[in-house]
């Protein structure tokens, strides 16, 4: 069966140290990844996305990398702020890049 | 630029009542999705359009919600009648698409729906 997993439910790490989330698939073949951050009570927001063919992506403090043969995903915050606080979330495009099956979110917390 | 709107941001409602939701387009984009998000879990997709048409809509319980997006750009979800599993945040969002695949979905606030 079709299922996404993301690391554990919650990670905690101290301020300024780097934050790693991963993402893991099973029985898709995702024409690209996109990472979405989510606050409570608001909508998720898109992050960073990596296509198929792309082994890393960065923006700032943040990096993807993304291994079709593991079938999964890492998403790095390097130097981590409370501020970087949130849910975390994976969403494989899937249908030939459609539409977007999402994984269950890791709920980052970062302790100063 | 305006986000996507969706409204009402909260609604309680009591077990087999109907609800409405409503959501607004960023203006321009073609595809637009409804997402439910349980507490604690990733959104799954209910239903997407592609301007007024529909995409996909396999994991749309039609014996209980059914959506609409009349003219290809305000859409409308409805539930009747409502069950207590029900209860969750309803998230609308949008998307261009660009060389036939999605792009970065844009969502709104979410519309959060307790039923007693």
């Known amino acids: 069966s079709q299922k996404i997993e993301q690391n554990s439910e919650a990670l905690n790490i101290q301020e300024g140290k780097t934050a790693t989330l991963t993402c893991n698939y099973t029985?898709?073949?995702?024409?690209?990844l996109q990472w979405y951050r989510q606050d409570p009570g608001r909508g998720p927001v898109f992050l960073l996305l990596?296509?198929?063919?792309?082994k890393e992506k960065r923006k700032e403090r943040l990096k993807v990398t993304f291994d079709t043969t593991l079938k999964q995903s890492l998403f790095h915050i390097t130097a981590s702020q409370p501020a970087d606080s949130a849910t975390y979330l994976c969403?494989?495009?899937?249908?030939?890049?459609?539409?977007?099956?999402f994984g269950p979110g890791t709920r980052l917390s970062v302790l100063p | 630029e305006a986000g996507v709107a969706q409204s009402p941001r909260y609604k309680i409602i009591e077990k087999r009542q109907s609800v409405a939701f409503w959501c607004n387009p960023i203006?321009?984009?073609?595809?637009l999705y409804w997402y439910q998000q349980i507490l604690g879990q990733g959104p799954k997709l209910l239903i997407q359009?592609?301007?007024?048409?529909?995409?996909?809509d396999s994991q749309l319980p039609k014996d209980r919600f059914s959506a609409e997006r009349l003219k290809g750009v305000d859409s409308t979800l409805k539930i009747q009648p409502a069950k207590l599993e029900d209860s969750a945040v309803y998230l609308c969002?949008?998307?261009?698409?660009?060389?036939?695949?999605?792009?970065?979905?844009?969502f709104g606030e979410g519309s959060r729906l307790t039923v007693l």
């Open positions: 203006s321009g984009h073609a595809t």
């Open positions: 990596i296509r198929e063919n792309e």
């Open positions: 969002a949008s998307s261009l698409i660009i060389g036939g695949r999605a792009g970065e979905l844009f």
């Open positions: 359009f592609q301007n007024n048409g529909v995409v996909d």
């Open positions: 029985n898709y073949s995702p024409a690209y």
């Open positions: 969403a494989l495009g899937t249908n030939y890049g459609q539409n977007f099956v």
